[in-house]
């Protein structure tokens, strides 16, 4: 299993930072469904303040590049993107894969 941790920052508005929470507590079942038929086995996003890490776990063999280029394609998640768009600090129009950059391992027991 190959896992990918990732970063973005949201806008500094505890009202932003709430509306983004709300939407992850109901993500529609559109992106839930297309995050899993590209391949993504296991997806969990922590905050602290407004840094944002998710943790993207991927079967060997699956080629991450590929598989967040499809997501893109799917139903509702161009819609998704712009929706919680709003509330991170990215450029309009961003895709998943553009908004989240890989964080570097510095350590590993």
């Known amino acids: 299993m190959q896992r990918f941790v990732l970063t973005l920052d949201l806008k500094d508005s ?13 993500v529609w079942p559109e992106i839930l469904e297309g995050i ?17 890490v998710m943790i993207l776990e991927i079967p060997d063999g699956v080629d991450r590049d590929a598989a967040m280029a499809r997501l893109a394609t799917l139903p509702r998640q161009a819609e998704w ?26 350590f590993s027991l």
């Open 36 to 52: 899993r038929s590209v391949g993504i086995a296991a997806m969990d996003i922590y905050r602290l303040g407004t840094r944002m």
């Open 81 to 106: 993107e712009e929706f919680v768009g709003q509330f991170q600090q990215c450029e309009p129009g961003s895709t998943s894969a553009g908004k989240w950059r890989e964080m570097t391992r510095i």
């Open 14 to 26: 505890p009202e932003a930072i709430a509306r983004y929470e709300e939407a992850h507590r109901a």
